[in-house]
């Protein structure tokens, strides 16, 4: 029955709003756990998403601005071509960066060879910036040039889109994610070189309805959706909660504080949080993640990820966010992910910054909605 309605509410979308679907895959963590090449990784890598978000370093620590960082708690992505006639991509949609990156045939990393590679002789509305890009991140640099080309995201056709080809990716383990590249869909000022984002031009080039986007993140590997220009209320249930943002850059909101077992156990007296579509988990400042491990009940093991025994999920405890006085619980069986190797895996992880991250883990269970023209996120409770 939910399929019918389903079907139902995407013929019935109107012109201007545009469904693109999304496939959940294997984040690089489960994949080089299942290797048995986290540990190593670890051991080369000081890994924390924090660094995604430089700003949020209030002492100006030396950080990397680069999304790419991330790519290990990256795990939803969907298809998008670039040039005339058409290359298609895998991107990750990313709320938590800005930018459009792919690999191009110049990349002679193992990484580009391992996946799709733009060739710019083969569009014939490609045109040369003769702009050079060098990105530091947190496996090393990405070197790359800036290009102009058609982007088509789902039937939408952005014309001179600006956008990174990387002539060189870093690092063996880039080799084994499930993605070509990623497409920001920060604010502005977040892209590197000033680079106008894909959102923005389709919205300057009135393409869409409305001047936002919505994300329904589900479960299972198919079924995930971003909605361009519109909202699809066949996949939530209740009245949206409408939240200011408070810093336009990331998707960035004032966050009252975090309850378990009715105590106030974390961003006590408020903190800021990002609503990030680039980032699996729920990280956060190290007392306050250290103080809802304890409390749910989960252990750091010897490579820094919280194990629990996968037969207490049912008597663990919600974790609530409370956000502009509404609280949204995300129960056990939305924190704690199963792991066929071993114990169960807490999804919150502490970060360096002072930033909260409410990433898939959050979504999932709350539709979100980037409202750009009144600079607001829409939360309601996923279906």
Avoid at 133 to 139: D, E, R, V
């Amino acid at each position: 029955m939910r399929i019918l309605v389903l079907l139902c509410a995407a013929s019935a979308l109107s012109q201007g709003v545009t469904k693109l679907p999304l496939e959940r895959g294997k984040k690089l963590r489960e994949v080089l756990r299942e290797k048995g090449l986290l540990h190593r990784f670890f051991q080369q890598h000081r890994y924390d998403i924090g660094t995604k978000f430089p700003h949020a370093f209030p002492n100006g620590t030396e950080v990397s601005a680069e999304p790419l960082l991330n790519t290990l708690d990256m795990e939803y992505y969907g298809t998008i071509s670039i040039g005339t006639p058409p290359q298609d991509f895998t991107v990750v949609f990313d709320t938590g960066s800005s930018n459009l990156w792919v690999p191009s045939v110049s990349c002679t990393s193992l990484a580009c060879q391992n996946h799709q590679m733009f060739n710019p002789s083969q569009s014939s509305t490609y045109k040369s910036t003769g702009q050079n890009l060098s990105i530091q991140y947190g496996t090393g640099d990405m070197e790359g040039i800036v290009g102009s080309d058609t982007v088509t995201v789902a039937s939408l056709v952005d014309t001179n889109q600006l956008f990174g080809l990387s002539t060189t990716e870093p690092g063996q383990f880039f080799v084994h994610v499930k993605f070509d590249g990623i497409l920001g869909l920060g604010y502005p000022n977040l892209a590197v070189d000033g680079i106008t984002p894909v959102f923005d031009n389709l919205v300057n080039e009135s393409l869409l309805e409305e001047n936002l986007f919505s994300v329904y993140l589900s479960r299972e590997t198919t079924g995930s959706v971003v909605i361009f220009g519109g909202i699809d209320e066949s996949y939530f249930t209740g009245s949206i909660n409408w939240i200011s943002v408070s810093y336009q850059g990331y998707w960035q909101i004032s966050m009252d504080s975090i309850i378990v077992n009715s105590q106030e156990i974390a961003c006590s007296g408020g903190c800021q949080a990002i609503v990030d579509t680039g980032t699996s988990l729920v990280a956060g400042p190290p007392s306050g993640i250290s103080n809802i491990q304890s409390t749910v009940g989960a252990r750091q093991d010897t490579y820094g990820e919280y194990n629990v025994n996968c037969s207490s999920i049912s008597a663990m405890p919600d974790v609530i966010f409370v956000i502009d006085g509404v609280r949204y619980p995300v129960s056990a069986l939305a924190y704690i992910e199963r792991n066929d190797q071993g114990p169960c895996i807490s999804s919150f992880q502490n970060t360096s910054g002072d930033l909260w991250i409410l990433g898939d883990v959050f979504i999932r269970v709350y539709y979100s909605i980037f409202d750009r023209a009144n600079n607001r996120i829409g939360l309601a409770k996923a279906i």
